[in-house]
């Protein structure tokens, strides 16, 4: 199996990971609600995760809800000690599956004791806060209140280091002056590209950012010059987009998600491909 060392590292916290993770939400039930239907291959693809070398896991307690990070504790517990598993609150899951804004104070204090318990964990080690102002995407307001709650239970010592998901750069920029933020997890793809300033500026500052639906989500990137550029390679479409990710900022952690040892396995490897100057022209103008 490819090394996922060509692919480099960067720093996430004080911690130091490989730039390529694993994304677990696939592993809960369709529409990331209820048990997987193969458990057993679910504990398969997170312990064949960390042989490959994959050392930056990330979950959420609303991903079932609790399914996920139950199935991780079973899998990997007691965890490699240079494994970092970031979580996500903010979130949480009606009874019909929807997803929901829960960011009250209490509501947060208890996704952190949720997470903890779950994945067996006396601390977290990155915590993201999901932040949900518009169904559609980021939207602006302020976020102040509930990262002040976040801040809290760092202090606590419940959480080691804060990240947040689904913000604008206003926020980003709001968030730095009431704590220490580690990392940004948006939607961002070769096809998706709204946050292309917001990575540059994190970039300069040393903070990660972590693109969630690096593939194009629940509905696959479909492009021909992705396609020409596998065949060029003899790879697939999706390694091409990945490798793009990887190569478009040195700041950029990808969390590729599967339910699959194979799509695992062939996600990892897009961490060896490599990508002539001509070919990455090509792929940067798939967004225009």
Request: aromatic share 4%; glycine share 10%; charged share 20%.
């Amino acid at each position: 199996m490819t090394s996922l060392d060509d692919a480099g590292t960067f720093l996430l916290g004080d911690r130091r990971v490989k730039r390529i993770g694993y994304g677990a939400m696939q592993l809960a039930g369709p529409g990331v609600f209820g048990p997987p239907r193969d458990r057993a291959a679910a504990l398969a693809v997170l312990r064949e995760a960390i042989e490959a070398g994959v050392d930056h896991i990330d979950t959420s307690d609303f991903y079932g809800p609790h399914v996920t990070n139950q199935i991780i504790r079973e899998a990997l517990h007691p965890y490699p000690r240079d494994l970092t598993i970031v979580t996500k609150i903010g979130a949480r899951r009606g009874d019909d599956a929807s997803w929901q804004p829960d960011v009250s104070a209490e509501a947060l204090t208890r996704a952190v004791h949720d997470n903890l318990r779950n994945l067996g964990l006396d601390v977290l080690d990155v915590v993201n806060l999901r932040i949900m102002l518009d169904a559609h995407g980021p939207a602006e307001g302020s976020i102040e209140e509930p990262l002040a709650v976040l801040a809290g239970l760092q202090r606590q010592g419940l959480v080691r280091d804060i990240g947040l998901s689904n913000v604008t750069a206003t926020q980003v920029a709001e968030a730095r002056e009431i704590a220490t933020i580690v990392c940004v997890q948006n939607m961002y793809n070769i096809a998706h590209r709204g946050d292309d300033a917001l990575i540059d500026q994190l970039a300069g500052d040393g903070i990660a950012y972590v693109p969630f639906f690096p593939l194009g989500g629940f509905s696959p990137l479909q492009s021909s010059v992705l396609s020409d550029v596998a065949g060029q390679l003899g790879a697939t479409p999706m390694q091409v987009a990945l490798a793009w990710l990887l190569r478009r900022s040195a700041n950029v952690l990808l969390i590729p998600g599967t339910a699959s040892v194979a799509h695992l396995r062939e996600n990892l490897a897009a961490a060896a491909l490599d990508l002539s100057d001509d070919m990455r022209a090509a792929l940067d103008r798939v967004a225009g």
